[in-house]
């Protein structure tokens, strides 16, 4: 189980990109670029980076709070863009009951027991063909139950049977996407 923590880190690292890997280029006076290493790591010092950065397996809340970090990112950075979204806020406690909070109509929440949604089947991608479409992720529930509540000031306005995320972006999207997953698993203790 931890080497697959290990290569689920370095395969994140490798196509979300290692900070301190990249390489810079600049311009000089006559006009030529030329390619600078900010630094470079070997595969010992990654490795050992990916180590220090590791969360112990039986740590679960630390393991919530690190699948957390990207969904809480992702939605900080449509916030820029899309006024539906303000001031958003996502918890989860080791019950793992996710809270979504969102000012910009109110106080709305949307509620739902992480363990009534599907991981094995339960994703799909809402595409945003038409103008004024935004990129969106479904997450069905288990048995169609309609287990995502929707609050507004603290009461109960509907219930339906997934979770929608929508976002400014697809790549936001693509990046909560395996978060949402590592999430769900964590909670069932499948990871």
């Known amino acids: 189980m931890k080497l697959q923590h290990l290569l689920f880190a370095a395969m994140f690292f490798l196509v979300w990109g290692f900070p301190s890997c990249q390489s810079h280029s600049s311009e000089n006076p006559s006009g030529q670029t030329q390619e600078e290493n900010t630094?470079?790591?070997t595969g010992k010092d990654l490795l050992q980076s990916l180590r220090?950065?590791?969360v112990a397996e039986d740590d679960k809340p630390?393991?919530?709070?690190?699948?957390?970090?990207?969904?809480?990112?992702?939605y900080a950075k449509s916030e820029k863009v899309l006024a539906s979204?303000?001031?958003?806020?996502v918890e989860m406690g080791e019950d793992c009951i996710l809270h979504i909070y969102n000012h910009a109509r109110g106080r709305e929440e949307v509620r739902v027991d992480a363990?009534?949604?599907d991981v094995e089947g339960g994703f799909s991608l809402i595409p945003d063909l038409n103008p004024g479409d935004l990129p969106g992720l479904r997450i069905r529930t288990i048995g169609g139950e309609s287990a995502v509540e929707?609050?507004?000031?603290?009461?109960l306005t509907g219930t339906q049977d997934a979770l929608e995320i929508y976002m400014a972006e697809r790549s936001n999207i693509e990046r909560i996407t395996p978060a949402l997953v590592q999430l769900l698993r964590v909670c069932r203790d499948l990871d």
């Open 39 to 41: 630094e470079e790591l």
């Open 52 to 54: 220090e950065q590791a």
């Open 62 to 74: 630390g393991r919530i709070e690190q699948a957390l970090k990207p969904i809480r990112e992702e």
């Open 85 to 89: 979204l303000k001031d958003v806020k």
């Open 115 to 117: 363990l009534k949604l």
């Open 150 to 155: 929707f609050y507004r000031d603290g009461k």
